[in-house]
């Protein structure tokens, strides 16, 4: 007889790293589930979030490949075609759930751009270094809602 146990998360308290999840469930197609803020990015409850150039810079640049590595992106097919791609494995404290993003996500377009292929996708990202705002398109049970981050 085996008998296994889901080891409970160790939660790390992380010094200048402010976290607060607002009561009750969020709503399906609100982005603005719990704020978070931490040295050069902020999420505010309504979904608004401002991130400095620096913050941006090493997400996109320097910590590149944990970025893509911190989510399963697979493509979200609808008649055949890529409309987006669908975010699943969100890893814990990740740029994507600061952003607010959930497992289940599609992003659809992001600064207007379509997401139609992993190659373009990544091009796109690539090409938001220098952006003073970045909107995403993103559907959460059918609903699309805008993602949008004020880079300064």
Known sequence: ???????????????????????????SASSGAFEFSESGFT?????????????VDKALT???AKTLQDAKASPN????????????????DS???????????VVETINGIDLNDAA????????LKQEN???LSVKRNGVTMP??????
Not at 43 to 51: L, S
């Open 95 to 105: 740029v994507y759930e600061k952003m607010g993003l959930q497992d289940g996500d």
């Open 77 to 92: 097919l609808v008649n055949g075609e890529v409309k987006g791609f669908v975010l699943t494995r969100i890893r814990p």
């Open 120 to 127: 373009r996708a990544i091009q796109t990202l690539n090409s």
């Open 43 to 55: 999420r505010a409850k309504d979904g608004n979030i401002t991130a400095d150039r620096r913050w």
């Open 1 to 27: 007889f085996l008998a296994l146990q889901q080891p409970e998360a160790i939660k790390k308290r992380v010094p200048g790293v402010a976290r607060s999840r607002s009561a009750g469930a969020p709503s």
């Open 62 to 64: 320097t910590e590149f």
């Open 147 to 152: 993602l949008k981050i004020q880079v300064k």
């Open 133 to 135: 705002a970045i909107e």
